[in-house]
Each structure stands twice: as structure tokens, then as C-alpha cells.
């Protein structure tokens, strides 16, 4: 990052709905079988075939339209986009060109960390097309023969394309977390980056800043094969730098230079050219003739609209706003989807502690779900099982420390949290006892009293271990009070 | 009455009565083929073991009495450009000659439901492109009548196979005329359906907005029970009208009252053929006689027909055409030579030190590509592919397609109004009668100008039937154009029927 520029961030990305079936077909678009067993004469694109949309594909591309509060037109129609490739079986892609199915809408992205400002980034259009299949080229021993697996064509994908809203990488990666972290609450696709079901481009140039009139900017970049946010975020800093530094050196602006390809190189953490045609390419969009237009009425939207799920910002607000829980927990419990939401809610109503359990599930539940690799919906313990440990640590029958040692023991047993403090051997100390077993330490430290009584609060400390050796189900915070109550009267 | 010679309508009724057997009637057929196709040329396929095995089926089942289809035994021909499971399916193109689809067009399905014997392929202009059966890469097809004259095209197999009683029914195709053309060259009838009343699933596309599969007979009632035995709303093609198929054959035979006939005073102009003109007069005078009005009426952009017809059909072409790259089926190059070759050039222009050059070399995807598409295609593929690539590009888009869209929306919108005080409008089918093969195979245009008729039913969607209305001085078949609104081929077909049992033209046959 410079001060002497800002960096004009501008995504697509490639969703894959999340459909039983392709796009025009019905064969399955399930992830990982062997090559080509996932193909018809549709999506072969062999003579004589001829598409029909799958509905539930345009259902989910209505739902994520409605949830990022883009405009549905009545009318929308079907494109080809003309270009030969061995994994594009008919010689065209079918996608939408100038009437998308929607289009001019907004996503809000914030920092709780507030490491940049909350903003607006507008979104240009999401469009319905069908991918392609992929090509697999083997360059070993001389051969260079390439493969192609078809099971991937005719894949619904919806695509997203953002306005070049984003100013920081850091920007950039909010707005992909948000964008994924909707459309998995909206079950309109798994997300999964690692089997390409999101694919991210970005478009990337400079705007430097000087005393002029007139504006500079750099030629854009668009930047190919990124494959986790993190390289996403990388690659836009890696290209800031390089566009600054080949801006001093040759001074070439956006009108200079058409726009460049250039894919990220995960391993060297480098852009680098991709290899460039003479001319721009020429699809040669046009309507496609073997589909009919889509006519949407404003009450199918509506109904959309009306049976969205509720998305992560409302949750969040509302778990801010109605458990008076910190932005940041609130943040990062949405952050681990729907279930982990409906867990904590259930938490909190159910303890009447709405901090207290969101401090156990941000901390204890996460943190077993990372060291076991489970998944939220995997987490052992049920809502009602860790309340009645929560529960016991309101009623003091067990100490923090304590409850995570049994909270451990609850993760492979499917006992409740009493069970297992009565095997363990805890049980709540009755105040008397406390006080007894106060008064008792206190006469065996005369030093430590002495302490206190000057206000060396840590002096304290000592008389707990103490206590706990003898009775370990005390109290700490109980036992403190009562001894700094005692003292004084000493 | 040879079997042979006895329309779809007869042999049912035959088969019915027990007088045949459909083992019987497919033999007559396939000995005709046998005596007369090496003359004619119609076939490229003929399948004489599934038929007779089919046949045999039939012949049970009906013995058997058990329930059978429309067209239990009757013999059909099929144009070679509709899927058929298991059998070469060429589109008359070296790019397919070798090429099997794993699965049978909707309409080939339909036929088999129908309990109808699939006798054969016929030959066809090259993926339909042509008007005269010569751009076939896989034969010549000669016109019955007169075997130096071409039987038009691009169904002129399909045609010529009925003309010379090879079959009563045959299946063609008609993207800009291609069925009406052929069956007024070679005198049957032929009926290019609503655009969407037949699933075109299957069938190997042209130009997709206008391609429309139809029946070819020698009789208005054999169009009308061979229709209704291939119609119908198929969800398999998402284009195909969700409507239900009426049973033409059961209203054929109703006369049309009060029928307005409306006749487009253009069509009588320049560069129609005399005998032509006076053969469609005279039809329409036996219209007047059985009580027709003739009111004329004029469909100003229909001048432009042609014009747009030759912007869409080629840049529909030339996408739907794309899937052609040898990648996955279809003809490919020798891939040694083209490498060889490659390396050669590249070798060349590395020693004649040209930078530019071997920087604009083809891959060698790109070449075999290339390569092969070159070697697959003929020339008047290769014309449509430039031509529609050309006017779908960038720059050029909205001079060309776009306007064409805009041209094809009026022709529509002048048939809207002109079917709103006529029911049919009357015409000739083509300019000319069949002409000389090889006559007009260097002049594309003169060519393109056999579709003058026939296209603007193509462009607006509707129905249009052409049968025969008599003959030429040199005695060879005219056809008579009749166009209706959408899904009105009831109206055609009936129209059609008056006709033939006033006159005797459609039982007039080439002899051979």
C-alpha cells in the first residue's frame, strides 16, 4: 500500500449453483466422478441436441439476485458466445449478453476490526451460463496429449460481476467473504473454491494521485486462477506494486494499453502475462434460437423475496442489537454460517447469558471444531448438554477453570455436565463451609494477612491454592470474597 | 394397382382388411428402390433388414390384434439429417459420413411409435443448404421426371423418392422452402408445418429459428395422417409449441366454406416462369369454381425475404455448425500430415527469419481445426459459415442482423394483417420448374432466388403447403404455394384436399 495511489478493485465471480442437474440437461453435476460418465448428447453438444433450461438453476440465480437486492427484469433471454475450444463441445457457450437476468445492485462489507470504513459495492449484473468442460493436458515424457473430461459442461454458474468499488485487497477479501458467506446461508451453492464451484477474477488498476487536473490511471489487469481469498488479496498487492512501479518506469495509462490477462502464480506469488491474442477476441453474441426468452412477473420475484432466509447482516444486527453482544461476536459467529447461529441463539436463550455463551462458543466450541477438523454441524455437544454446564458455572458449583476440564469430558461422553462433576468429584461448597475453611487459612497465614491488610491484593492468590488443596470444589471467586471480607475484621 | 403405386391412406386400409401384409408392401417398395435408385439417386441409406424385421412385427401385432400405431406398416422414408440410434446419420457431409448417434431424433421416435417401417435415408443437400440436391458430398440426385434436371432441394431425395413410388411417405426438412421446392420440382405434396409443431430434437440443425421438420406424400390426405403422426409438443425441445395436435386426418376431407383466397400481386412479377404462372391461375380458377373469392392483397416486405433470410439462416449456421471440430466425433485431418506440414512452415518462416510470421502460425489445435473443417465442409457450407461470421462480428452486427431481425418482425407483422381478410394466400411454390442440374450450381444467387417464395413462411413461423397444380409445356410438375396463419395446417391440408378431388395433377407420375 502507497499513499501516492489508490487501487480501483473491480470482481467477478463464478458461482456454482448448487442444482442436482445441469443447466440445460438433466445429467448430475456431482463433484469427482470419472471423467465423462456425467455427459448426455445436450451437454456433448452432438448434432441434433437441444438445450431446456433447468428451473431450479434460474430459482437459485432469482434468490441470490433478490438477496443482493439486484433489479429482476420481466424479460430475459439466452446468449451464445461463440468461441472453439476441445472443452467447449457445441463451439459456444450459452450465457447472457445484453439483457442479464439481473442486474444493478449492492452488497454492504464492513470490518469489525475496523480496518477499513463500512461501504456500499455496487454489483453490475448476475447472469445465468453454462460452463465449460476441462481440459487436462499432460506434457509428460514428450507426449503433450491433452484429455478432455466433459462432466463439468453445462454446469449452472451464476455470474457475479462487482463494480470497481473496492479501494484495498483488504476490501476485496470483506466483499468476497460477505458474497460467499450470502450464498451460503441461501444454499445456492457450497462455495467451494477447492472444487471450483467460486471462482474469483479480478480487474485491478491505479489511480495515482498528483497535483494535475487530470486524473492518472493505469492500464487495467485482469487477474486469472486465484484460488483462495488469501491469493485473491495477495495477487491485487502484488499487482498494485508491480502496476505503480512499470507506471514509473514506461508512464503508460489506461489509454495506452488494452486490457491485460495476467494469472497469479501461487507458488512464486507473482503475476505473470498470459499469453495474448493479436486482436481482441469476437464472440459474436446472439440470442440463442434453440431457447425462449425467460418472462419473470413481479409477483414470482416477490415471492422470492418473501421466502429468502434471514442473511448475515440482519443476524448480525440482531444478535448486536437483541443479546447486546460486541460487533465482533457477533461477527464471528455469523461467520460460521446458519448452524453455528442457531447453536448460540439456543445457548443464550437457554442460559439467559447471552455474553457468557457467546464467549463459549467463539472460544471452547470453535476451537475444538478447528483441533478436531469438524464441521459446526459435527460439535458433539448439544445445546442442552453445555447449558447444564454453563448453568453450573452461574450457580457456582464449578469454576471456569474446572468447567473446561469437564466441558473436555463431555466432548466423548454423552453425559451432562453434573454427571460428569459428580464423577469428578465436584460439588458445590455450602457458604459455611467456605467460611470455615477461610477462617482456617487465614490463621495459618498470618503474613498473607498481614498483606492484605496493606492491600497486596495478589497475596490472595496463595490462600486460594491453598483452600483448593484442601477442598479443590471451592469457589475461587467466592472464597477471595470471603477472605477479603474477613480480613478487614482481623 | 401396383402396391407400389397406392398412397399411404390405400395401403392402410389394405393392411387392415388382411388383402397385404406389411412384409408384402415394404418388399414392393424395396424392390422399386433396388430397380430405380441407381437412376434416381435418392437414397443414401436403405435398410432392408430393419424394415422387413420391422414388418414382420407389424404383421404380428395386427394378427395378433393387438393395438397398433397411425401408420402400422407403411414404409417412410427419412431425410438424412434427423438422429437415428445406431445408423449413419449423415446430413449428406463427409463431416459425418461416418457419423453414429447413440440416440433417435423425436420425430424418428415418433414414426417407430407409429408402428411406421423406416425404409431408408434419402439424400439431401449438404446440412440443407441448397436448392438442387447438388451439394451433396455424398451423391447426385436426379428428378424423376427427367433424370438430366435436378429434383431441387435441399429434401430433393425425399422428394424424388416419392415422385418415383418408391415410398408414400417421406420426411423432409424446410428452413427456407427446402420441402415445398422439392415437391413442386418433383410433383407431390409437401407441408412445412408451424414453426414448433414438430419437435425438431434430433434433427440436425441449420438455422434453428427456422428449421422445421415436415411431411412429403403424394395425396392431401397422406400429409394430413402423416402430420399428425409426427406433431406434438415435445419437452425436449424447449421451442416446440405446448399445444394440442388436432387429428388432420379426420377433418381433411371437409370442403372450407366461403374460402378467400388472398393472391399477392408481387408474386405474379418478374422472373416468374409462363407455365408456372398459368398453371397457379388455372388452380386458382377451380378454387373459384368450388366457390373461393379471390381477393388480392399485398405483403410489401416480402421483397426483402431473401435478404433477411440469407443473414439469419447463415449466422445461425455458423454457430450451430461450430460443434463440427473434429474434437469429439466427425471427420479430423490425417494429424501426421498437419503436424508435418506445421512443422515445415514453421521451419520456413524461422529460415526466412519472418518474426511476424511465426508469430501468427496456427497452433496445432487451431491447424486441425482448421484442417479438418476444410476438408469436411463443401463449399456452399463453407459460403454460409463465412457469411454468417461476417455479419455476426462486432462491427457488423447491428448493419446486419440486428436490421434482419427487425425486417423478419414486419414480414411477420404484413402476414398478421394480410390473414385478416384472407384465410390462405395462393401463389406458386417456385419461379421455375425444375431446371438442368448444374445450371445454376456456379451462380449462389440465382440459386438463393429459388426460396423467393417459399422463405417468408420460414421467417414468420407459419404453415405453408405446396402441391401440384399441373404441368409445363415440357411436362414437368408445378406446385401451387398456400400459406395459412399459425397452426392452421388443418386449413392447408383441407384447402389441399378440395383441390385433389376437383383435379387429377397429384395423381400424375413420372414414368420410369
Redesign the interface.
Known amino acids: 500500500m502507497s499513499d501516492d495511489y489508490e487501487i480501483i478493485i473491480g470482481l467477478e465471480v463464478h458461482v456454482q449453483l448448487a442444482t442436482k442437474t445441469k443447466l440445460f440437461c438433466r445429467c448430475s453435476t456431482k463433484f469427482g466422478a470419472a471423467p465423462n460418465t456425467q455427459t448426455c448428447p445436450v451437454c456433448l453438444g452432438m448434432p441434433g441436441s437441444l438445450p431446456v433450461m433447468n428451473r431450479e438453476a434460474f430459482q437459485l440465480g432469482l434468490k441470490t439476485a433478490c438477496a443482493l437486492n439486484l433489479n429482476v427484469p420481466r424479460f430475459t433471454k439466452w446468449d451464445r458466445k461463440n468461441y472453439y475450444y476441445p472443452d467447449l463441445p457445441k463451439g459456444y457457450q450459452i450465457s447472457q449478453f445484453d439483457l442479464p437476468m439481473s442486474e444493478d445492485g449492492y452488497l454492504f462489507i464492513s470490518d469489525p476490526k475496523q480496518q477499513f470504513e463500512a461501504k456500499k459495492v455496487g454489483i453490475i449484473r448476475a447472469h445465468l451460463e453454462e460452463d465449460a468442460g476441462k481440459s487436462m493436458h499432460d506434457e509428460a515424457a514428450g507426449k503433450a496429449d491433452t484429455r478432455v473430461d466433459l462432466n463439468r459442461t453445462g454446469t449452472p454458474l451464476l455470474e457475479i460481476v462487482s463494480q470497481p468499488d473496492m479501494r484495498s485487497p483488504l476490501e476485496a477479501k470483506a466483499y468476497l467473504n460477505e458474497l460467499k458467506l450470502i450464498l451460503t446461508y441461501l444454499g445456492v451453492s457450497d462455495c467451494n473454491m477447492q472444487e471450483g464451484s467460486l471462482r474469483v477474477d479480478a480487474n485491478v488498476n491505479l489511480h495515482i494521485k498528483n497535483d494535475g487536473p487530470k486524473k492518472i490511471a493505469t492500464p487495467i489487469v485482469e487477474i486469472k486462477n486465484m484460488n483462495s481469498f488469501r491469493a485473491v488479496e495477495r495477487a491485487i498487492a502484488y499487482e498494485a506494486t508491480r502496476q505503480y512501479d512499470a507506471w514509473k518506469e514506461d508512464g503508460k495509462t489506461i489509454g495506452d494499453a488494452p486490457k491485460q490477462t495476467r494469472g497469479w502464480d501461487d507458488q512464486a506469488q507473482v503475476t505473470r502475462p498470459q499469453r495474448e491474442k493479436e486482436e481482441s477476441s469476437d464472440y459474436r453474441y446472439f440470442p440463442d434460437p434453440d431457447l425462449a426468452p425467460v418472462i419473470t412477473t413481479a409477483e414470482e420475484v416477490e415471492a422470492v423475496q418473501q421466502s429468502l432466509c434471514e442473511l448475515p447482516l440482519a443476524i448480525r444486527e440482531r444478535l448486536h442489537d437483541g443479546f447486546g453482544i460486541p460487533e465482533y461476536d457477533a461477527d464471528v459467529i455469523v461467520n460460521q454460517g446458519r448452524v453455528a447461529v442457531d447453536y448460540y441463539e439456543a445457548l443464550a436463550l437457554k442460559t439467559g447469558d447471552p455474553k457468557m455463551a457467546s464467549n463459549w462458543v467463539q472460544q471452547d466450541v470453535l476451537r475444538v471444531l478447528k483441533e478436531r477438523d469438524l464441521e459446526f454441524e459435527q460439535f458433539p455437544i448439544s445445546v442442552e448438554r453445555l447449558t447444564t454446564l454453563l448453568k453450573a458455572i452461574m450457580d457456582k458449583e464449578i469454576d471456569t477453570t474446572r468447567a473446561k476440564d469437564v466441558f473436555t469430558q463431555m466432548l466423548d461422553s454423552d453425559k451432562d455436565a453434573p454427571a460428569i462433576m459428580k464423577e469428578m468429584g465436584i460439588e458445590k461448597v455450602d457458604d459455611s463451609a467456605i467460611d470455615d475453611l477461610a477462617r482456617e487459612v487465614l490463621l495459618a497465614n498470618p503474613k498473607a494477612v498481614e498483606d492484605l491488610k496493606n492491600g497486596v491484593q495478589k497475596a490472595v492468590g496463595a490462600l486460594i491454592g491453598q483452600a483448593k488443596k484442601k477442598n479443590p470444589n471451592i469457589d475461587p471467586g467466592t472464597f477471595r470474597a470471603k477472605c477479603m471480607e474477613l480480613v478487614k475484621d482481623m | 394397382m401396383a402396391l407400389y403405386e397406392a398412397s399411404a391412406t390405400q395401403l392402410l386400409s389394405q393392411l387392415e382388411s388382411g388383402e397385404v401384409t406389411s412384409v408384402e408392401v415394404t418388399k414392393a417398395c424395396l424392390d422399386r428402390i433396388r430397380q430405380h435408385d441407381s437412376q434416381i439417386g435418392a437414397f443414401l441409406k436403405v435398410m432392408d433388414d430393419k424394415a422387413l424385421a420391422k414388418a414382420e412385427q407389424v404383421d404380428k401385432k395386427r394378427k395378433a390384434g393387438e393395438p397398433l400405431g397411425k401408420l402400422a406398416g407403411v414404409p417412410v422414408a427419412v431425410k438424412d439429417?434427423?438422429?437415428t440410434e445406431g445408423e449413419v446419420?449423415t446430413?449428406a457431409s463427409k463431416m459425418?459420413e461416418n457419423?453414429v448417434?447413440?440416440?433417435s431424433?423425436t420425430v424418428i421416435k415418433k414414426l417407430e411409435e407409429a408402428d411406421a417401417v423406416i425404409i431408408g435415408k434419402t439424400n439431401m443437400d449438404e446440412f440443407a443448404m441448397g436448392g438442387s440436391t447438388e451439394n451433396s458430398a455424398l451423391g447426385k440426385t436426379r428428378n424423376p421426371w427427367d433424370t438430366s434436371l435436378v429434383p431441387g432441394g435441399s429434401s430433393g431425395g425425399a422428394a424424388a423418392c416419392l415422385a418415383a413410388q418408391m415410398v408414400p411417405l417421406s420426411i423432409g426438412t424446410d428452413t427456407g422452402g427446402s420441402i415445398r421446392q422439392p415437391a413442386s420440382f418433383c410433383g407431390v405434396v409437401g407441408l412445412k408445418p408451424t414453426y414448433g409443431r414438430v419437435s425438431?430434437?434430433?434433427?440436425?440443425?441449420f438455422?434453428?429459428?427456422l428449421d422445421q421438420i415436415g411431411p412429403m406424400a403424394r395425396t392431401a390426405e397422406d400429409t394430413a395422417l402423416f402430420l399428425e403422426a409426427i406433431s406434438g409438443h415435445d419437452?425436449?425441445?424447449?421451442?416446440s409449441a405446448d399445444v394440442a395436435c388436432p387429428l388432420f386426418s379426420k377433418t381433411v376431407d371437409q370442403p372450407l366454406e366461403g374460402l378467400r383466397i388472398g393472391m399477392v400481386k408481387e408474386h405474379f412479377g418478374e422472373g416468374l416462369d409462363g407455365d408456372v404462372e398459368k398453371a397457379v391461375r388455372e388452380a386458382v380458377k377451380v378454387y373459384e369454381s368450388l366457390g373461393a373469392k379471390v381477393v388480392d392483397i399485398s405483403l410489401p416486405h416480402n421483397k426483402y425475404g431473401i435478404a433477411t433470410y440469407y443473414i439469419i439462416a447463415p449466422?445461425?449456421a455458423?454457430?450451430n455448425?461450430?460443434?463440427?471440430?473434429s474434437?469429439?466425433?466427425g471427420h479430423r485431418c490425417d494429424e501426421a500430415t498437419m503436424l508435418a506440414e506445421l512443422e515445415e512452415e514453421k521451419a520456413a518462416l524461422t529460415a526466412a527469419g519472418d518474426e511476424v510470421g511465426l508469430?501468427?502460425m496456427d497452433t496445432s489445435?487451431?491447424r486441425m481445426?482448421r484442417k479438418s473443417r476444410a476438408e469436411g465442409f463443401g463449399p456452399e457450407v463453407k459460403r454460409r459459415i463465412m457469411l454468417g461470421?461476417y455479419t455476426?462480428?462486432?462491427g457488423y452486427?447491428d448493419a446486419y442482423?440486428l436490421k434482419a431481425l427487425k425486417v423478419r418482425r414486419l414480414i411477420r407483422e404484413d402476414y398478421d394483417k394480410a390473414f385478416k381478410s384472407v384465410d390462405l394466400i395462393v401463389g406458386p411454390t417456385a419461379p421455375n420448374p425444375a431446371f438442368a442440374a448444374g445450371s445454376k450450381t456456379n451462380d449462389p444467387l440465382a440459386m438463393y432466388l429459388e426460396d423467393l417464395y417459399t422463405v417468408t413462411a420460414n421467417l414468420a413461423g407459419i404453415p405453408a403447403i405446396s402441391v401440384p397444380c399441373g404441368l409445363t409445356g415440357s411436362g414437368l410438375p408445378v406446385g401451387m404455394h398456400m400459406q395459412a396463419p399459425a397452426l392452421e395446417e388443418d386449413r392447408l391440408l383441407r384447402a389441399a384436399q378440395m383441390f385433389q378431388k376437383a383435379t387429377d395433377w397429384h395423381t400424375k407420375m413420372p414414368s420410369l
Open positions: 439429417l434427423l438422429c446419420t446430413c459425418l457419423f448417434p447413440p440416440y431424433s425438431r430434437f434430433g434433427l440436425i440443425a438455422a434453428s429459428s419437452p425436449a425441445d424447449s421451442t449466422s445461425e455458423s454457430s455448425l461450430a460443434r463440427f471440430d474434437a469429439h466425433y508469430k501468427r489445435l487451431i481445426y461470421t455476426l462480428s462486432a452486427y442482423y
